[in-house]
């Protein structure tokens, strides 16, 4: 069954620090993964999907296809990328994204 | 920017009445979906629809629910008879490709409180 785990519900780190959000995920086949963000009181915006390989507000995510996980990372968190973030991995052929529970990421001036 | 935009913002409703919650996708999209997320839990997946019929369902889309593109920039999500657990936040989203996959644009959600 395809599956996405997101281990941390609340994350909180001091400005400044770096941040990581973990993201494994169990499906067959190659997904193409997203990262989608949430900020307070508005929609589910893409943060960034894999096959782009571009960095989007100092995020960057890998796909390290033997351990099937695509962490988010970055170096030094702002106060301002205080939200909600979901890893999601697109269904290919179905063409629907499979979400993780989420993590709320706080950052702390 | 184009956006997906959803009506209501908030939908009250009496158990056993029927719904329908409206989306106007992005104008040059092809493919759209319903998404929903229950408080507390996951963002679901619902179904998709492209050329004017469903692609792909999951189990939670069963009777009560329908699809539909009425005219040209509306696409639609009707609940036949609401229950109790159908009070979820729904999205629509659409995207522009058909073929590989596509980035998939979010609507704001409607709120659907049944009571």
């Known amino acids: 069954a395809q599956r996405v785990t997101q281990p941390e519900k609340l994350l909180s780190v001091f400005k400044g620090a770096p941040v990581e959000l973990k993201c494994n995920y169990s499906?067959?086949?190659?997904?193409?993964l997203f990262w989608y963000v949430q900020y307070s009181r508005q929609r589910l915006q893409l943060l960034l999907r894999?096959?782009s390989r571009e960095s989007i507000k100092g995020f960057t995510a890998d796909l390290n296809k033997g351990e099937t996980s695509f962490h988010l990372k970055k170096p030094f968190a702002q106060e301002e990328d205080s939200a909600m973030y979901y890893c999601?991995?697109?269904?290919?052929?179905?063409?629907?994204?499979?979400f993780g529970q989420g993590t709320r990421l706080t950052i702390n001036p | 920017e184009p956006e997906v935009t959803q009506t209501p913002s908030h939908q009250v409703t009496q158990m056993g009445q029927e719904v329908i919650l409206r989306c106007v996708p992005i104008?040059?999209?092809?493919?759209f979906y319903w998404y929903r997320q229950i408080l507390g839990q996951k963002v679901e997946f619902l179904v998709s629809?492209?050329?004017?019929?469903?692609?792909?369902k999951s189990e939670i889309f069963d009777d009560q629910f329908s699809v539909e593109r009425p005219d040209g920039s509306n696409f639609t999500l009707k609940i036949r008879s609401t229950k109790l657990e159908d009070s979820a936040m729904y999205f629509c989203?659409?995207?522009?490709?058909?073929?590989?996959?596509?980035?998939?644009?979010f609507g704001p959600g409607t709120r659907l409180t049944v009571l």
């Open positions: 499906y067959s086949g190659s997904p193409e």
């Open positions: 894999h096959i």
């Open positions: 989203a659409s995207s522009e490709l058909v073929l590989g996959p596509d980035t998939q644009y």
């Open positions: 999601a991995p697109l269904i290919q052929g179905a063409q629907k994204l499979v």
């Open positions: 629809f492209y050329n004017n019929e469903i692609s792909e």
């Open positions: 104008s040059n999209h092809l493919y």
